[in-house]
């Protein structure tokens, strides 16, 4: 067993070692290009991600603008619901208040009746 972990890592390592050889080769045949147009390339880059940045922020501010927007409706609805329900409690109780006398005043109709 210990030998057939021994032969797993160096055929680990010589693949490691092969890997890097044939990344730096690929890295020689690609790179060799003049200061100026790498300094091209970096603009071209810097300016494309830049604009993405740009369109990114745009439209995760319009997203923002468009919750804003809908929670504020949802706000506005609510506080309307809110108005219609107090009125509606405060006609209950105005009327419960009412019945309360009418009854307080049949009552105490009875008991005058009563005492005499």
């Known amino acids: 067993m210990s030998e ?3 032969n797993t890592v160096v055929v680990g390592a010589l693949m490691l070692i092969a890997g890097g050889i044939l990344g730096a080769g690929a890295a ?3 790179a060799p290009q003049s200061g100026k147009k790498t300094r ?11 604009n993405e940045a740009e369109e990114m922020v745009e439209d995760f501010t319009d997203k923002v603008s468009d919750v804003v927007d809908s929670l504020n ?3 506005q609805e609510i506080l309307e619901r809110g108005k219609d329900i107090t009125q509606d409690v405060k006609k209950d109780l105005l009327k419960a208040f009412e019945d309360g006398k009418d ?6 109709t009875r008991l005058a009746k009563m005492l005499g």
Not at 40 to 50: E, G, N, P, S, T
Not at 103 to 108: A, G, I
């Open 40 to 50: 091209r390339d970096i603009k071209k880059y810097v300016r494309r991600a830049r």
């Open 103 to 108: 009854r307080l005043e049949k009552e105490r």
């Open 28 to 30: 020689l045949l690609f």
């Open 4 to 6: 057939e972990k021994n």
């Open 73 to 75: 409706d949802r706000t």
